[in-house]
């Protein structure tokens, strides 16, 4: 009982649309177990100050202020932004830390492909991602970069450092700067800072630290580590957007599909029921044989779906569908993500297409195959 | 070996009830060659039907082997005209898209044999039914006598004790009805029960037919 | 017959394919405890959330630090910066009242 054509384009279809579900899924779930890594190691709370809604630097003097506040054991404020480098049309995100000291050195040397410590020790190197580097590369910067300041004057700093080629997916479009340098860069004001990062003693205080600063300055906004995790979880939302839209589509395509077999078989697969009804086969024969077919059909699609998204996402870096996640930047990283299968992924997968695809198959035969014979050859 | 009692069967046609059996009663005995005679809507196709077990007749009761078949759950009725009961029909009703083999090999698919004997079991009655050359052709790529040989090995594919044939030779020019009718006599040699329901004349003179009955509307002429 | 066992066969290979495919990238693509470890000290030297994946605009490069401002910075309507603004989602925690979607 095989149609080939037609049973070839529902198993092609079949497969295509697990393939394209099971992909997009993984390449999420990758994305947010990346994510997931490296949460408890961000800062505890991170405090931002607003004017007329507008994140604006927050002045130096509040740090000592805020280390009055009970619970809190470390305050550092940052300095971080953006410069954009015209000639690429992008932006690099630059990242001020205290002048390299010797607690650093051992990180960075851990982090970082070639690192040059003398070049630091002078205080204007910089350690940059590896998307930075191939930009820079690009417009004929090799051991070296001129940032224009703000007042329009060149700053040449040398790179002493390159990330590993592991960490490109957080430091792809990074620039670790003394802080000196990035507040020239930046033309910022060296009594403010871009914002403030709090430590506490007791995590579960945090709620009741950030309403007493939210008291003593009303003009700030804390981010915890929680809001961060919860901004994690809805990275992706699954109600909107892209994801809404890739859903119907595969829901449509397959409603379809199901639609077209649960419609009633044609009246040449009923008579065939009749000739096999004639010829000695029992219902419970047919029925079991239009299981076994519609079993290794949809079966085999959905196995081929899935292993083919394994290799399409994870061998081949998901050509075509990455640029959906990383958009049109020239700064892209390598789309490396970690290996991570979510079993009840793929098994709401299979419940959702396996199961359906039998029953719509089984249920009309089972209706043909109880009429009488005759009746149905006539 | 077949027994009907006072069958009766009848058909809605639109609104009115249509009699295609009318209270026919009949024995034929194992190994037994009878011959249907009818013109066309006289009922025979349905009385072939109805042994077979296609059909339930509207009152009434037929046996097959002791068995009365109107009474029989699904899966042993199918299990009965598997085993027993080979069917040529009129039509033939083989599946369009599949080979000659395969029609002929699909009587033996539920007993769960190796694919191996399967062949070998099919490609011997194609070779006696003369079509075993055709093997693998797909069969709505046949002629028509070629089809109705394969509709033949097909029946004959599991040895049944019991052939019912619907106008085995509509289809077949003289020198292939003469082989049919040869068929015909070595099963009867064989012993296996014949009941052929036909207008062909050529088998109303056969020395190896034991009877022949005469249906008209329904009815059986004695 | 043949038709069933060549399905099986195929079924079979593609078990094998996907089981040897799932071997082979736990143990090339996998997180191991060095990467993991690596990656947790850069990010407590840097101390910025979210990847480096999309570099288009502020709001999606570092969504989870950004504000209703943020999505407003560059003009008065919100820029889409299509894919990414169609994919990421903006964080729930940064009261975008004008843009939340209702359906």
Not at chain 1, 252 to 271: C, H, N, P, Q, V
Request: proline share 4%.
């Amino acid at each position: 009982m095989r149609r080939f054509g037609k049973s070839f384009f529902i198993f092609f279809i079949l497969s295509l649309l697990i393939f394209v579900l099971a992909s997009v899924l993984m390449i999420a779930d990758a994305i947010k177990l990346e994510l997931n890594t490296t949460l408890k190691t961000l800062p505890q709370i991170t405090l931002q100050r607003f004017i007329a809604g507008k994140q604006s630097d927050v002045p130096l003097e509040r740090v000592e202020a805020l280390l009055d506040i009970e619970g809190i054991t470390a305050i550092t404020p940052r300095v971080w932004g953006y410069y954009y480098f015209k000639p690429a049309g992008v932006n690099f995100s630059i990242v001020g830390i205290d002048a390299y000291e010797e607690q650093y050195s051992k990180t960075l040397s851990n982090l970082t492909q070639h690192f040059d410590i003398k070049l630091l020790e002078k205080e204007n190197g910089m350690i940059i991602g590896e998307g930075v580097k191939k930009i820079l590369r690009e417009n004929y910067y090799t051991d070296f970069f001129n940032f224009i300041t703000s007042e329009g004057k060149w700053q040449r700093v040398h790179i002493a450092g390159v990330f590993h080629s592991d960490l490109a997916l957080e430091s792809n479009d990074l620039i670790l700067l003394p802080k000196k340098l990035a507040y020239a860069i930046f033309g910022m004001d060296e009594h403010k800072a871009t914002d403030i990062i709090v430590k506490v003693a007791n995590v579960k205080e945090i709620a009741t630290i950030v309403q007493k600063i939210n008291e003593r300055y009303p003009d700030m906004r804390a981010i915890t580590q929680d809001d961060i995790r919860v901004s994690y979880q809805n990275i992706f939302d699954y109600k909107s957007g892209f994801f809404l839209a890739l859903f119907s589509i595969c829901a449509f395509a397959f409603f379809i599909i199901i639609y077209d077999k649960t419609s009633g078989l044609s009246s040449e697969e009923k008579r065939e029921i009749g000739i096999l009804k004639a010829i000695g086969w029992s219902s419970d024969d047919i029925l079991k044989e239009k299981f076994y077919e519609s079993f290794t059909l949809s079966l085999s699609a959905f196995l081929l779906g899935v292993t083919g998204s394994l290799f399409y996402v994870y061998a081949l870096q998901a050509p075509l569908l990455r640029n959906l996640f990383m958009g049109y930047s020239a700064l892209k990283p390598s789309f490396a993500l970690p290996f991570s299968v979510d079993v009840s992924m793929l098994v709401l997968l299979f419940l959702l297409s396996v199961p359906i695809y039998i029953a719509a198959t089984l249920i009309p035969a089972w209706r043909a195959s109880t009429l009488d014979a005759d009746e149905v050859m006539r | 070996m077949i027994v009907l009692h006072e069958v009766c069967k009848q058909f809605m046609q639109g609104d009115e009830e249509a009699h295609a059996l009318k209270k026919i009663s009949l024995e034929i005995k194992k190994g037994e060659c009878v011959v249907l005679k009818g013109s066309s809507g006289s009922g025979k196709s349905t009385l072939l039907s109805l042994i077979a077990g296609l059909m339930q007749p509207s009152s009434g009761t037929i046996s097959v082997d002791g068995k009365e078949i109107s009474k029989l759950p699904e899966s042993f009725s199918a299990q009965l005209r598997r085993k027993n009961i080979g069917f040529i029909f009129q039509k033939f009703h083989l599946i369009p898209h599949l080979s000659a083999l395969e029609n002929v090999i699909a009587p033996l698919i539920p007993e769960n044999l190796s694919p191996n004997s399967l062949e070998e079991k099919a490609k011997a009655v194609m070779e006696q039914c003369g079509i075993a050359h055709k093997a693998k052709m797909r069969v709505n790529r046949l002629s028509g006598g070629e089809q109705q040989r394969v509709a033949i090995a097909r029946a004959l594919v599991n040895n049944p004790s019991i052939i019912l044939a619907d106008e085995p030779t509509a289809n077949l020019d003289e020198t292939l009805s003469m082989a049919l009718i040869t068929e015909c006599e070595t099963l009867k040699q064989q012993g296996v029960t014949q009941l052929i329901a036909t207008h062909d004349p050529l088998f109303f003179e056969l020395p190896f037919v034991d009877r022949i009955i005469e249906i008209k509307n329904g009815e059986m002429i004695l | 017959m043949h038709v069933r066992y060549t399905f099986f066969a195929l079924l079979f290979v593609l078990g094998v394919t996907l089981m040897g495919q799932c071997i082979y990238f736990f143990s090339a693509h996998a997180l191991s405890p060095e990467k993991i470890a690596s990656k947790e000290a850069f990010s407590e030297l840097v101390g910025l959330p979210d990847l480096a994946l999309v570099n288009e605009a502020h709001y999606v490069r570092h969504r989870s630090l950004s504000g209703v401002f943020a999505y407003f910075n560059e003009s008065p309507e919100l820029l889409e910066y299509f894919p990414s603004t169609f994919v990421y989602r903006y964080a729930p925690y940064s009261h975008p009242s004008r843009i939340e979607r209702v359906f």
